[in-house]
């Protein structure tokens, strides 16, 4: 890959942390040498040039290339959309009023448990080609809107069926602690024994997900409920990430800590102790900067704070069609430079090897290094502080995946 202006990077198999979150390798004139779906050299393009008789080449005519975009936290796999609700939060209402309703999640699960697979997986395609085209290479997938033993299945079977069919890497988590279904709300013990009992069993067996996602807070699992079936799912081989204190400070970025959990997301209302119990665990922050946004909320989650103190944050589009409808991790990193005091550095580090890092996956993506699977970004822009800096346009030139041109509009 040649013709960059500029070649930007963080560099490590770790996560960056604090103030580290914030050192690249920013390199004029970078370029990429890439065989049989690895990297193999990184450098000056001329001294590459001077190495390497290329068989093909890709030019960025002037643009800046960055690591393939990770995307830690979304929910990609559903039937219908909910733009009545984002209408009624223009007038006013409460994401906790529209799910009393029964809005919300459970709207979007009477739309799963209705659609056939073939219905799932052609929309989960769309979503897939629209998250290549602006840059995201990588994907974490939750389940969440099946809510029964099959349904849940059902929707982790399609995750499957497309990481077969399509050139970006999916990271299947399980959600079936998303919220209670409404044949539960008055047995949520019941529900939690399904949970733990058949449902975590049955997408362990057969390696459906990779992790166990619950939805930790006041309107949907308490504190004890979500510990046990995180310790269940643990105890199955899966990895944990949980969404904590997004509309409450209810203690849940501790309870992440105390399990070890690759990451808590969401953490709006996270406390000084829960900051500081995430610090001393090493779980990665995962903040959804444009979901308060979204439902008109105030509170925000408090980034800069959490990189300040020392904790290696992440930051994710929560793609779903309820409380973000949106794919694009660029308009994600502008608005965690804007809202969370991010500079344009940390944003990509966030974006991409923390990121990576929070899925397990910071030995293989989430850098430009040797070694490691070329995902790359082309980015139409002179630097990659451009790409915080310019909203209301993809500035995605070319995507390639494992060494290949995935999408271009060059």
């Not at 990451?263 to 500081?276: C, F, K, N, Q, Y």
Request: with cysteine; aromatic share 4%.
């Amino acid at each position: 890959m040649r013709g960059a202006r500029e070649l930007a990077t963080p560099l490590g198999n770790e996560p960056r942390a604090g103030r580290a979150m914030g050192e690249l390798r920013a390199l004029d004139g970078g370029a990429v040498a890439i065989h049989d779906g690895r990297i193999v050299d990184v450098g000056p393009e001329g001294e590459l040039a001077t190495r390497y008789a290329a068989t093909a080449e890709l030019d960025a005519r002037g643009g800046t290339l960055v690591p393939g975009f990770v995307d830690a936290h979304t929910h990609p796999v559903f039937a219908t959309t909910r733009e009545d609700e984002f209408e009624l939060r223009t007038r006013g209402a409460t994401y906790v009023e529209i799910a009393e309703r029964g809005g919300g999640i459970l709207s979007t699960v009477r739309g799963v448990r209705e659609a056939s697979r073939e219905t799932l997986l052609a929309r989960l395609g769309l979503h897939l080609e629209r998250f290549l085209a602006l840059g995201t290479t990588t994907v974490e997938c939750k389940s969440g809107y099946g809510l029964t033993l099959d349904d849940e299945v059902k929707c982790l079977e399609v995750l499957a069926e497309a990481r077969r069919t399509q050139p970006i890497e999916l990271v299947p988590t399980f959600l079936g602690a998303h919220d209670f279904p409404l044949e539960f709300r008055t047995r949520k013990r019941e529900y939690v024994d399904l949970v733990c009992e058949r449902m975590l069993p049955r997408v362990a067996e057969a390696k459906l997900a990779e992790y166990c996602d619950v939805f930790t807070e006041t309107i949907a699992f308490s504190l004890d409920e979500s510990r046990r079936i995180l310790e269940r799912a643990r105890s199955l081989g899966l990895g944990l990430r949980l969404h904590v204190d997004q509309l409450t400070p209810l203690g849940g970025a501790e309870l992440a800590a105390e399990l070890g959990a690759a990451s808590a997301d969401h953490l709006e209302h996270v406390s000084e102790r829960g900051i500081e119990a995430l610090r001393a665990a090493k779980v990665v922050p995962v903040l959804c900067p444009v979901v308060p946004l979204f439902l008109r909320q105030d509170k925000e989650a408090p980034g800069r704070r959490l990189i300040d103190a020392g904790l290696a944050v992440a930051i994710s589009t929560d793609f779903n069609p309820g409380s973000c409808n949106l794919q694009s991790l660029p308009e994600v990193m502008s608005w965690a430079a804007l809202r969370y005091r991010m500079s344009a550095a940390e944003c990509l580090t966030a974006a991409t090897l923390n990121a990576a890092c929070s899925l397990g996956r910071g030995a293989e993506i989430g850098t430009l290094e040797v070694g490691k699977r070329a995902d790359v970004v082309v980015l139409d822009a002179p630097n990659h502080r451009h790409l915080v800096y310019e909203l209301g346009r993809s500035p995605v030139r070319a995507v390639v995946v494992r060494g290949r041109v995935a999408y271009s509009r060059v």
